[in-house]
Protein backbone atom coordinates (compact mmCIF):
# COMPACT_ATOMS: atom_id res chain seq x y z
CA UNK A 1 0.00 0.00 0.00
CA UNK A 2 1.36 3.44 -0.77
CA UNK A 3 2.51 5.59 1.81
CA UNK A 4 1.40 8.86 -0.01
CA UNK A 5 -2.30 7.30 0.11
CA UNK A 6 -2.25 7.21 4.31
CA UNK A 7 -0.52 10.15 4.65
CA UNK A 8 -3.56 12.03 2.59
CA UNK A 9 -5.68 11.07 6.03
CA UNK A 10 -4.15 11.03 9.41
CA UNK A 11 -5.82 10.64 12.77
CA UNK A 12 -4.33 10.25 16.29
CA UNK A 13 -6.96 10.25 19.68
CA UNK A 14 -6.27 9.52 23.21
CA UNK A 15 -9.23 9.00 25.54
CA UNK A 16 -10.94 6.86 27.90
CA UNK A 17 -12.46 3.52 26.70
CA UNK A 18 -16.83 4.16 27.14
CA UNK A 19 -17.99 0.94 25.43
CA UNK A 20 -17.38 -2.77 25.07
CA UNK A 21 -16.02 -4.10 21.75
CA UNK A 22 -19.13 -5.10 18.86
CA UNK A 23 -18.79 -7.19 16.34
CA UNK A 24 -19.30 -5.01 13.04
CA UNK A 25 -17.73 -7.62 9.75
CA UNK A 26 -15.09 -10.04 8.44
CA UNK A 27 -12.76 -9.46 5.85
CA UNK A 28 -10.82 -12.41 5.14
CA UNK A 29 -11.18 -14.11 8.09
CA UNK A 30 -10.25 -11.16 9.90
CA UNK A 31 -13.17 -9.81 12.67
CA UNK A 32 -13.48 -5.85 12.90
CA UNK A 33 -14.68 -4.56 15.89
CA UNK A 34 -16.19 -1.49 17.38
CA UNK A 35 -15.93 0.64 20.71
CA UNK A 36 -16.49 3.94 21.47
CA UNK A 37 -13.38 6.17 22.96
CA UNK A 38 -14.71 9.33 24.87
CA UNK A 39 -12.25 12.34 24.03
CA UNK A 40 -12.74 15.68 26.39
CA UNK A 41 -12.41 19.22 24.97
CA UNK A 42 -11.20 22.12 26.43
CA UNK A 43 -14.74 23.35 26.72
CA UNK A 44 -15.55 20.21 29.11
CA UNK A 45 -17.62 18.47 26.29
CA UNK A 46 -16.86 15.11 25.42
CA UNK A 47 -16.92 13.47 22.09
CA UNK A 48 -17.36 9.81 22.05
CA UNK A 49 -15.61 8.81 18.84
CA UNK A 50 -16.36 5.41 16.91
CA UNK A 51 -13.07 3.14 16.92
CA UNK A 52 -13.16 0.32 13.93
CA UNK A 53 -10.32 -2.20 15.24
CA UNK A 54 -9.01 -5.27 14.04
CA UNK A 55 -9.08 -8.85 16.15
CA UNK A 56 -5.56 -8.63 15.31
CA UNK A 57 -4.63 -5.46 16.91
CA UNK A 58 -6.19 -6.96 20.38
CA UNK A 59 -7.80 -8.96 22.54
CA UNK A 60 -11.38 -7.60 21.78
CA UNK A 61 -13.08 -10.43 24.41
CA UNK A 62 -11.48 -8.51 27.10
CA UNK A 63 -13.50 -5.29 28.81
CA UNK A 64 -11.12 -2.49 28.42
CA UNK A 65 -13.95 0.77 29.75
CA UNK A 66 -12.22 2.72 31.97
CA UNK A 67 -8.76 2.43 30.67
CA UNK A 68 -6.78 5.77 28.57
CA UNK A 69 -6.22 4.37 25.05
CA UNK A 70 -4.47 6.56 22.53
CA UNK A 71 -5.39 5.14 18.70
CA UNK A 72 -3.96 6.38 15.50
CA UNK A 73 -5.31 5.60 12.47
CA UNK A 74 -7.80 7.06 9.28
CA UNK A 75 -11.13 8.70 9.48
CA UNK A 76 -13.37 6.38 7.11
CA UNK A 77 -16.85 5.98 5.83
CA UNK A 78 -19.11 3.53 4.70
CA UNK A 79 -22.78 3.45 3.68
CA UNK A 80 -24.80 1.39 5.06
CA UNK A 81 -28.26 0.15 3.70
CA UNK A 82 -31.16 1.42 5.64
CA UNK A 83 -34.24 -0.14 4.33
CA UNK A 84 -34.59 1.93 0.51
CA UNK A 85 -31.63 4.42 2.12
CA UNK A 86 -28.04 4.82 2.14
CA UNK A 87 -26.81 5.92 5.77
CA UNK A 88 -23.08 7.53 5.76
CA UNK A 89 -21.25 5.87 8.92
CA UNK A 90 -17.66 6.58 10.00
CA UNK A 91 -15.25 5.50 12.23
CA UNK A 92 -11.15 6.11 12.84
CA UNK A 93 -9.98 3.01 11.35
CA UNK A 94 -7.29 2.13 14.03
CA UNK A 95 -3.61 1.12 13.21
CA UNK A 96 -2.13 1.44 16.31
CA UNK A 97 -3.18 1.06 19.97
CA UNK A 98 -1.69 2.73 22.93
CA UNK A 99 -3.00 2.05 26.63
CA UNK A 100 -1.73 4.31 28.88
CA UNK A 101 -1.59 5.53 32.33
CA UNK A 102 -4.67 7.57 33.55
CA UNK A 103 -3.73 11.35 32.84
CA UNK A 104 -3.78 14.06 35.62
CA UNK A 105 -3.80 17.80 34.30
CA UNK A 106 -0.26 18.38 35.10
CA UNK A 107 0.94 15.53 32.45
CA UNK A 108 -0.01 17.95 29.67
CA UNK A 109 1.76 15.24 27.50
CA UNK A 110 -1.12 12.91 27.88
CA UNK A 111 -3.92 15.33 28.13
CA UNK A 112 -6.70 14.45 25.58
CA UNK A 113 -5.79 14.20 21.93
CA UNK A 114 -8.03 15.28 18.94
CA UNK A 115 -6.24 15.41 15.64
CA UNK A 116 -6.74 15.07 11.92
CA UNK A 117 -5.17 15.87 8.68
CA UNK A 118 -7.40 15.33 5.50
CA UNK A 119 -5.85 16.05 1.81
CA UNK A 120 -8.66 15.44 -0.64
CA UNK A 121 -11.35 16.81 -2.92
CA UNK A 122 -14.66 19.12 -2.68
CA UNK A 123 -17.26 16.95 -4.04
CA UNK A 124 -20.77 18.92 -2.69
CA UNK A 125 -20.86 22.44 -3.27
CA UNK A 126 -20.37 24.11 0.33
CA UNK A 127 -22.94 25.59 1.91
CA UNK A 128 -22.54 28.64 4.09
CA UNK A 129 -24.71 30.09 6.67
CA UNK A 130 -25.20 32.08 9.49
CA UNK A 131 -26.29 31.41 13.24
CA UNK A 132 -29.15 33.74 14.99
CA UNK A 133 -25.63 35.47 17.06
CA UNK A 134 -24.37 35.67 13.57
CA UNK A 135 -21.36 33.11 13.85
CA UNK A 136 -20.61 32.11 10.14
CA UNK A 137 -20.22 28.15 9.35
CA UNK A 138 -19.50 26.64 6.17
CA UNK A 139 -20.17 22.83 5.51
CA UNK A 140 -17.90 20.58 2.99
CA UNK A 141 -18.02 17.15 1.99
CA UNK A 142 -14.83 16.22 1.10
CA UNK A 143 -13.56 13.04 -0.95
CA UNK A 144 -10.49 11.18 0.52
CA UNK A 145 -9.14 9.21 -1.77
CA UNK A 146 -7.91 5.24 -0.56
CA UNK A 147 -5.77 2.65 -2.36
CA UNK A 148 -7.88 0.16 -4.96
CA UNK A 149 -9.60 3.22 -6.36
CA UNK A 150 -12.17 3.94 -2.81
CA UNK A 151 -12.99 6.98 -1.16
CA UNK A 152 -14.15 8.11 1.96
CA UNK A 153 -16.38 10.76 1.89
CA UNK A 154 -15.75 13.20 5.06
CA UNK A 155 -18.25 15.80 6.60
CA UNK A 156 -16.62 19.12 7.45
CA UNK A 157 -17.59 22.27 9.45
CA UNK A 158 -15.56 25.24 9.20
CA UNK A 159 -16.13 28.73 11.03
CA UNK A 160 -15.67 32.05 10.98
CA UNK A 161 -12.91 33.21 8.59
CA UNK A 162 -12.62 29.76 7.40
CA UNK A 163 -16.18 29.13 6.92
CA UNK A 164 -16.03 32.42 4.35
CA UNK A 165 -12.98 31.01 2.35
CA UNK A 166 -14.67 27.51 2.18
CA UNK A 167 -17.84 29.47 0.97
CA UNK A 168 -15.95 30.11 -2.33
CA UNK A 169 -14.65 26.34 -3.30
CA UNK A 170 -15.85 24.67 -6.33
CA UNK A 171 -16.43 20.68 -6.88
CA UNK A 172 -13.35 19.01 -7.63
CA UNK A 173 -11.46 21.40 -5.69
CA UNK A 174 -8.30 20.19 -4.02
CA UNK A 175 -7.86 21.23 -0.18
CA UNK A 176 -6.40 20.28 3.05
CA UNK A 177 -7.72 20.21 6.72
CA UNK A 178 -6.47 20.22 10.11
CA UNK A 179 -8.87 20.07 12.46
CA UNK A 180 -10.54 17.53 15.03
CA UNK A 181 -13.32 14.92 15.48
CA UNK A 182 -16.76 15.69 16.74
CA UNK A 183 -19.66 14.11 17.65
CA UNK A 184 -23.15 15.99 17.50
CA UNK A 185 -26.58 14.67 18.78
CA UNK A 186 -29.21 15.60 16.72
CA UNK A 187 -33.34 14.11 16.10
CA UNK A 188 -33.78 12.73 12.88
CA UNK A 189 -37.68 12.54 12.03
CA UNK A 190 -38.73 9.10 10.53
CA UNK A 191 -42.45 9.87 10.48
CA UNK A 192 -45.43 12.32 11.43
CA UNK A 193 -45.02 10.36 14.96
CA UNK A 194 -41.91 8.82 15.04
CA UNK A 195 -38.39 10.52 15.61
CA UNK A 196 -35.35 8.94 16.45
CA UNK A 197 -31.87 10.57 18.40
CA UNK A 198 -29.15 9.68 16.35
CA UNK A 199 -25.34 10.86 16.82
CA UNK A 200 -23.35 12.83 13.65
CA UNK A 201 -19.59 12.79 13.28
CA UNK A 202 -17.41 15.43 11.59
CA UNK A 203 -14.59 17.02 10.94
CA UNK A 204 -14.35 20.66 12.92
CA UNK A 205 -11.64 22.78 10.95
CA UNK A 206 -9.37 24.89 12.52
CA UNK A 207 -6.95 25.45 9.53
CA UNK A 208 -7.48 25.11 5.81
CA UNK A 209 -5.32 25.24 2.82
CA UNK A 210 -6.31 25.21 -0.82
CA UNK A 211 -3.77 23.15 -3.01
CA UNK A 212 -2.86 24.32 -6.22
CA UNK A 213 -2.83 21.66 -8.95
Known sequence: MSEKMIENNKVSVIGEVVSEFTFSHEVFGEGFYIADLAVSRLSDQVDVIPLMISERLLDVSKDYRGMTMEAIGQFRSYN??????NRLVLSVFVREIHFLE?????EDSLAPVNQIFLDGYI???????????????ADMLLAVNRPYGKS???????WGRN???????????HVQVWGRIQSREYVKKLSETECEKRVAYEVSVSKLECVEE
Not at 130 to 137: F, H, M, N, Q, V
Not at 163 to 173: N, T
Open 123 to 137: CKPPVYRKTPLGREI
Open 80 to 85: RHEGAK
Open 163 to 173: ARFASGFEVGG
Open 102 to 106: EFTEE
Open 152 to 158: DYIPCIC
